[in-house]
């Protein structure tokens, strides 16, 4: 399987609103490739898509290919897509399939599905506004919120930068439901600050954003993103662990930094000594001691530091 195929899809379906798991959102995606290599694409084409591909293209053993392509069409033709087109001269939103047909055959390992006619439109009759990029570059990716934003984003890669996203409309575009990481302490924890760190970590793009307040509220969202050079891809280094030690001192420096406590906001009612513990237990995890990269080197952690340990 050639695992530098293209991606292309409709701005339209780009800036879509939907709830899809990481395995649902990779067998689409494995079937849109697929589908560009049909000629004349209708909703009637059956398009396969095997464990073995599966397996190859997102690197996880077949036996999981199996389970996660089965898993995926037992949810698959139940879930739709929101996105906003045209009636006349009114801006319209169309709630959609993803596809008209769904099946399975257990013994090979296969899926058979029919894509519906508007993802069809939305894949194959492009005009002006659609989007690219290599499969291979969503393929190590492990949270579903990660394909998302990337595709979000990488649609502004010319411009460097994104339109301002309102919070509320970037949840919907992320698939997150009203109940889901309804703090903003969470959302940017547990999704926005996870998607970025495995996007600058395994893609082609270098991703940070900026956060707009109305009051003390943050409203809009809007991402910086640059394209990697060969170099920065290869030689990106790999954080160590913090010491017992450096985890108290910068847990109590974070704790007391504006610009981290606006960010990392503390729940009303919890002390700076729970606030702080709070800090240090998430900087056990590697991943926040990536992701408060920024707010880290403020409070003097640099790489060195660790390296002197």
Same mark, same amino acid.
């Given at each position: 399987?050639?695992t530098?195929?293209?991606?292309?899809?409709?701005?339209?379906?780009?800036?879509?609103? =939907?709830?899809?798991?990481?395995?649902?959102?990779?067998?689409?995606?494995?079937?849109?490739?697929?589908?560009?290599?049909v000629?004349?694409?209708?909703?009637?084409?059956?398009?396969?898509?095997?464990?073995?591909?599966?397996s190859?293209?997102? /690197?996880?053993?077949?036996?999981?290919?199996?389970?996660?392509l089965?898993?995926?069409?037992?949810? *698959? =033709?139940?879930?739709?897509?929101?996105?906003?087109?045209?009636?006349?001269?009114?801006?319209?939103?169309?709630?959609?399939?993803?596809?008209?047909?769904?099946?399975?055959?257990?013994?090979?390992?296969?899926? *058979?599905?029919?894509?519906?006619?508007?993802?069809?439109?939305?894949?194959?009759? *492009?005009?002006?506004? =659609?989007?690219?990029?290599?499969?291979?570059?969503?393929?190590?990716?492990k949270?579903?919120?990660?394909?998302?934003?990337?595709?979000?984003?990488?649609?502004?890669?010319?411009?460097?930068?994104?339109?301002?996203?309102?919070?509320?409309?970037?949840?919907?575009?992320?698939?997150?439901?009203?109940?889901?990481?309804?703090?903003?302490?969470?959302?940017?924890?547990?999704?926005?600050? /996870?998607a970025?760190?495995?996007?600058?970590?395994?893609?082609?793009?270098?991703?940070?954003?900026?956060?707009? /307040?109305?009051?003390?509220t943050?409203?809009?969202?809007?991402?910086?993103?640059?394209?990697?050079?060969?170099?920065?891809?290869?030689k990106?280094?790999?954080?160590?662990?913090?010491?017992?030690?450096?985890?108290?001192? =910068?847990?109590?420096?974070?704790?007391?930094?504006?610009?981290?406590?606006?960010?990392?906001?503390?729940?009303?009612?919890?002390?700076?000594?729970?606030?702080?513990?709070?800090?240090?237990?998430?900087?056990?995890?590697?991943?926040?001691?990536?992701?408060?990269? /920024?707010?880290?080197?403020?409070?003097?952690?640099t790489?060195?530091?660790?390296?002197?340990?």
């Amino acid at each position: 399987m050639d695992t530098s195929k293209l991606v292309v899809k409709d701005n339209a379906l780009i800036d879509a609103c =939907f709830n899809l798991s990481l395995v649902e959102q990779r067998l689409l995606l494995l079937a849109i490739t697929e589908a560009r290599e049909v000629n004349n694409l209708s909703s009637s084409t059956a398009i396969e898509v095997t464990a073995n591909q599966y397996s190859t293209q997102f /690197k996880i053993h077949e036996k999981e290919a199996y389970n996660a392509l089965k898993t995926a069409c037992d949810l *698959l =033709f139940e879930r739709r897509f929101s996105y906003v087109d045209r009636y006349k001269e009114d801006r319209l939103i169309k709630k959609v399939r993803w596809v008209s047909e769904l099946g399975y055959v257990e013994n090979k390992g296969l899926v *058979l599905l029919n894509l519906s006619d508007t993802v069809v439109s939305l894949i194959s009759r *492009l005009e002006n506004q =659609f989007t690219k990029y290599h499969l291979n570059q969503v393929s190590g990716f492990k949270s579903k919120y990660s394909i998302r934003l990337y595709e979000l984003v990488v649609k502004w890669l010319a411009n460097t930068v994104t339109q301002k996203y309102e919070v509320v409309n970037l949840r919907e575009k992320l698939g997150l439901e009203p109940f889901e990481y309804k703090t903003m302490s969470l959302f940017k924890v547990n999704v926005l600050d /996870k998607a970025l760190t495995e996007i600058n970590a395994k893609s082609d793009l270098q991703v940070s954003y900026e956060q707009f /307040k109305s009051g003390r509220t943050i409203t809009h969202i809007q991402f910086k993103i640059k394209q990697k050079s060969a170099t920065d891809t290869v030689k990106r280094n790999k954080v160590k662990e913090m010491t017992a030690k450096q985890i108290d001192m =910068f847990s109590d420096k974070l704790s007391k930094l504006e610009s981290f406590q606006n960010y990392y906001i503390a729940d009303a009612g919890v002390s700076m000594t729970e606030y702080k513990q709070a800090i240090a237990a998430k900087l056990q995890d590697q991943f926040y001691v990536e992701a408060w990269g /920024k707010y880290l080197a403020d409070v003097g952690f640099t790489k060195k530091v660790l390296l002197d340990k």
